[in-house]
Every structure is written in structure tokens, then in C-alpha cells.
């Protein structure tokens, strides 16, 4: 979706902020359609994707974690905590905040701050410090890493969140993590409208502290300082950021002209509205359908705005955008593919694909990032079975135990003790080993945790183990082959590239996000009984996974693959 700013200001006679419109900090790092029709009255009966499954878990997590790091720095500053009532009207809530702020209270827990001046803003934070001298900065919870291995980043104790106890820390550096930073500066930003920020400004007024994931230091940020393209601070880019997204809502609130119109963007995937949008874009034939972000935006702004008009651009010309790392020819081939409904055509003739005297597809199944419930594999031996040899067929390493649990340890440990005899039954028959995936980074980054998180019980491999098959040429990512050799007009997505293998899901409804429906039910993890029928549900589903993975490479390595148009020759 459209995520260029339009100019900001009033909206015909229009003033910022009217419409009733207000925004939490979340807008700062949404697509500006997504606002727009968030906002708009008319979209109310427009079609949206079913709600994330994993989404009420995620919640829930976030909850958790907030609620240890409370307890904990609660139980080590005693008469200095004080808490705003977590539940009822948010006008009473932003009174209680109001009445610790006005008692000079150390830390407060759970504020809700005012919209000081009606500037359209709503928000609240999990922790107020107090300043020597008055005023309050914010301090945030998050449930992911703030942090890497290094040195300099500014940090104080987590049960010290106190700005003058921060220091250069010799063990960490800053993560990247931009929506916490903007975040930060929307509650800067209330807090200074309610003059709730240390006076004189000296006094750390535009820091602002988050404690993430590790849940070991409080890391304190700059808002001042030129994190941002062109050495904006933090404060400038949200500023610039909110006046565009309060102007979009409020135009779509008020029923004003559009400022932001549909184009395909990574968020997409995960967005409640892309089937509004997908329809849309599809209706106009937009350009972002074959290329997304903002190389659908430079096409436009040199006239090239429908799939057709690419689709007749000459090959051999001169690209009228600068694109790097993206040919400008494999752009015009993509369109020219989508227009005679191919998914996908090859880049190059032919590709080399490692094949094996004994082959194994793997296949991972996990519930968000609570852990890995499920590991599938296909045994196969192209070169023929020997006395000895395991017979061919799927099978599963699982555990129904709703995740996290150490049940996953034993699950993972089996998975892994298979296929670690099976790659030593060949090595000692002489005979080549192969395991295929499709998308290496779901994979490897469930192996990895796996072994850190079950280091220590039975069948648990060191993590240099896992490192070792990880980098190994036995381990292929077909996805990194895929990418390397065809052109996919519909997207890389096994579900996309499968069915021109000629392989077909059993289950109609197969995919991502309703695999975590079924396992929700499968486990019981809303309060009824674990249900048998999801469970072997999703046993079929991750078979027909590492089946098409399997039908995938063998179409790769077969004469039928000379079938598939070439890019140059459409």
C-alpha cells in the first residue's frame, strides 16, 4: 500500500485533528492505506483477511512478559512503585496518572497520558521514571531484542531505571529497532503537551528508555540524536510521520479526498485489508502487482503505472528508473508473464539442483514465536534401498503439548537423532545425502533455538552441530534455487510455485495462518478439548508440505522443465 507522505497541513478547510481522529504511536510504522482505511466509515463493509491466529497469543506473551518486568522492579524500589489501575474508563485511568505525576511520584507504573491541546494523539506507557528536578521520561517493555553483543550502548540496571544511573555498557550494542525509537517519541511528545518533562531540558528530557526481551537492562536513547537518512533526529522523523498520518485519517474520517491510494508493499502479507486493496489494484491493473514498494512508486512517477504498460516497455531499452540489484528486463518479464496468467518462466535455462542417493525433505511447523511444535520429513532413496535401509515414506516428530514446553526438547531431540542416522547410514554405505527445505530461514532459526533452549537434555545436539549441518552443501534451500532460476509472477511462495510442478494440497483451506487455527484447536489452547481431528489435520498438511517440496526438485531436474517459457523468449 501507498507509503510516500503527501503534503501536511489542513485538508481543504479542513484543520489537523478534527473528525475526532486519534493515533497511537503504531501509526508511525503502518501503511498510510492501512490508516486511511482504518479510519474510513465507508470501508467498514469492505473484505478483510481473517483475524492473525497467532496474534491473541502474541498479546498475551507481551502481557506476561510486562507483568514479570513490573513484579520485579516493583518488589526492588517498594514505597517508590506506584500503579494506575489497569482497568476502566481511560479519562479515569488518565486521571490517576495525573494525580501520581502532580504527587511527585518515582515510578509509575502503567500511565495513560492526556491529549493535551487536542493534537489527535492517544497513548500510554508501561513506566514514568521521575527526574531529579521534576518531570518524567518514558520507559517501554517490548518482547523482542533491543540489543546485540558488542559495546556502547547506554544502559542502566533494570531494577535501577533511573537515567542518571545509565552508562556506556562495554557488553551491548543497539538493535536497530525503529518503532520502539518512534514510539518513544510519541510519548515524548505527550508528555512535553502536559508539561510533564523535565525542566530545565538539560535534565534528559528527549531520552527515553526501553527494556526488551532479555529483560537485564533498561537501554536509554537519545530522540535528539541523527539516527535517521539525512541525520534526522528521531523527534524530527516522528514528527514527520504523524502530522502525514493524522492528515490521512482525518481526511478519510471527514470524507475528503483520499491522500493515500493502494499499492502492494511487503506489509501486505499480513494486513486485515489486502483483500480491499488486492481488489482494487487488480481492478486499475496496477504496476505494484509485479513490482512492489518503492520501485512501483518510481514506475509511476515516470508514467508507468498498469502492468500492461511495463509489459510493452522494451527489453532492450533504456530503463527509465534507476533500479539496482533488480534488472530492468526481468521487471517487462514478470508483466508480460502475469498478463498470460504464467506463474513462472526461467531466468536461465537450467540451474544445477543436488540430488542425493538418499534424499530427505524437512519441513517445520511452528505457532508464532511460541516454539516448534511439529518437524516433518520424506525419506526417499532415488539410487534404490538397501537391506538395513529405513523404508521411504513420510513421517513426524511432535509434540500436542500447547507451546512453550519442554516437550518440544524431546520432539526436536528426536527429529534430530533421525536424521543424524540417517545421514550416517550413508556416509558408511558410501552413498551421497541430501535434506531439501523450502526457505531455509524458518528452519534454521527453529534448529538454532532449538538447541539453545534444550541444551543439556537427552538427544539435544550443541549448537555446533546444528551450525555444522546448517553451512553444510547437503542442505539445500530450494527457495534460494527458485529465486536464482525462474521469474514468479505471482510471487516464491511454495503454495505459489508447487501447483507448476503439477502437485496439489489435499486440504483445500492449506496455508500459514490456518494451520495455527488448527493447532490452536488441536492443543485445546482456548479452553476445549485438544481436538483429534485438527491434529491429524496438520499431520497431512506438513506431509503434503515435504511432498511438494520433493515433487518441486524432481520437476526442477526433469526434460519437463524445458516446458517452462524462457524470460527472453516472451
Request: net charge neutral; charged share 25%.
Amino acid at each position: 500500500m501507498e507509503n510516500r507522505p503527501s503534503p501536511v497541513g489542513s485538508i481543504g478547510q479542513l484543520p489537523i485533528g478534527a473528525a475526532g481522529v486519534s493515533l497511537d504511536a503504531a501509526v508511525t510504522t503502518r501503511c498510510r492505506r492501512r490508516v486511511h482505511l482504518d479510519h474510513d466509515p465507508t470501508a467498514s463493509g469492505s473484505p478483510r483477511s481473517l483475524p492473525d491466529p497467532s496474534l491473541e497469543q502474541r498479546r498475551a506473551d507481551a502481557a506476561a512478559h510486562r507483568s514479570r518486568i513490573g513484579e520485579r522492579i516493583a518488589a526492588a524500589n517498594g514505597a517508590a512503585w506506584h500503579v494506575v489501575p489497569a482497568t476502566g474508563p481511560t479519562r479515569e485511568r488518565i486521571a490517576a496518572t495525573a494525580a501520581a505525576v502532580d504527587a511527585g511520584a518515582p515510578l509509575i507504573w502503567g500511565a495513560v497520558l492526556p491529549d493535551i491541546g487536542s493534537s489527535g494523539r492517544r497513548g500510554g506507557v508501561e513506566l514514568l521514571v521521575r527526574v531529579s528536578g521534576g518531570g518524567y521520561v518514558p520507559v517501554i517493555v517490548v518482547r523482542h531484542r533491543i540489543t546485540d553483543p558488542g559495546s556502547g550502548a547506554l544502559t542502566s540496571p533494570l531494577v535501577e531505571p533511573w537515567r542518571r544511573r545509565a552508562g556506556a555498557d562495554p557488553q551491548r550494542k543497539v538493535r536497530s529497532q525503529p518503532r520502539d525509537l518512534l514510539r518513544l517519541a510519541h510519548l515524548n511528545r505527550m508528555l512535553r503537551a502536559a508539561a510533564w518533562t523535565p525542566v530545565p531540558e538539560q535534565l534528559h528530557g528527549d531520552h527515553g528508555g526501553v527494556i526488551g526481551m532479555d529483560a537485564d537492562v533498561v537501554v536509554w536513547h537519545d530522540l535528539r540524536a541523527g539516527h535517521w537518512p539525512g541525520g534526522r533526529s528521531t523527534l524530527a522523523e516522528y514528527d514527520s510521520r504523524f502530522a502525514d498520518r493524522i492528515a490521512v485519517a482525518t481526511a478519510a474520517a471527514s470524507g475528503a479526498p483520499a491522500l493515500a491510494e493502494p499499492s502492494r508493499i511487503t506489509e501486505c502479507r499480513r494486513c486485515p485489508w489486502w483483500p480491499t486493496c488486492e481488489a482494487e489494484l487488480e481492478r486499475v491493473d496496477d504496476v505494484s502487482l509485479v513490482v512492489r514498494g518503492e520501485l512501483a512508486v518510481a514506475l509511476r512517477d515516470v508514467g508507468v503505472r498498469t502492468v500492461g504498460h511495463l509489459a510493452a516497455l522494451d527489453r532492450a531499452a533504456e530503463p527509465p528508473i534507476s533500479a539496482p540489484g533488480v534488472p530492468f528486463a526481468d521487471m517487462i518479464a514478470l508483466a508480460r508473464a502475469r498478463q498470460r496468467g504464467l506463474s513462472v518462466v526461467r531466468r536461465v535455462p537450467r540451474m544445477p539442483v543436488l540430488r542425493a542417493d538418499i534424499e530427505v525433505d524437512v519441513d517445520m511447523e511452528s505457532f508464532g514465536e511460541a516454539g516448534a511444535y511439529l518437524w516433518g520429513v520424506l525419506l526417499r532413496h532415488p539410487g534404490g534401498t538397501r537391506p538395513g535401509d529405513e523404508p521411504d515414506g513420510y513421517r513426524a516428530f511432535a509434540t500436542w503439548e500447547p507451546v512453550p514446553t519442554e516437550d518440544e526438547g524431546r520432539s526436536f531431540a528426536e527429529f534430530w537423532g533421525w536424521l543424524t542416522g540417517i545421514r550416517t547410514a550413508a556416509a558408511g554405505t558410501g552413498r551421497s545425502f541430501a535434506a531439501y527445505c523450502y526457505n531455509e530461514q524458518a528452519e534454521n532459526r527453529w534448529l538454532l533455538a532449538s538447541a539453545r533452549r534444550f541444551a543439556g537434555l537427552p538427544g539435544v545436539p550443541p549448537i555446533a552441530d546444528v551450525e555444522a549441518f546448517i553451512a553444510d552443501p547437503c542442505w539445500v534451500d530450494l527457495f534460494a534455487v527458485v529465486s536464482d532460476w525462474f521469474l514468479c509472477a505471482h510471487g516464491k511462495g511454495l503454495k505459489r510455485i508447487a501447483p507448476a510442478a503439477g502437485f496439489a494440497w489435499r486440504d483445500p483451506e492449506a496455508g500459514g495462518e490456518n494451520s495455527m487455527r488448527w493447532y490452536r484447536d488441536a492443543v485445546g489452547m482456548d479452553g476445549a478439548a485438544p481436538d483429534e481431528h485438527q491434529r491429524r489435520r496438520l499431520l497431512e498438511y506438513n506431509a503434503d508440505d515435504v511432498a511438494a517440496t520433493r515433487a518441486l526438485r524432481e520437476w526442477m531436474t526433469s526434460p519437463a522443465i524445458d516446458e517452462v517459457p524462457l524470460a527472453a523468449e516472451l
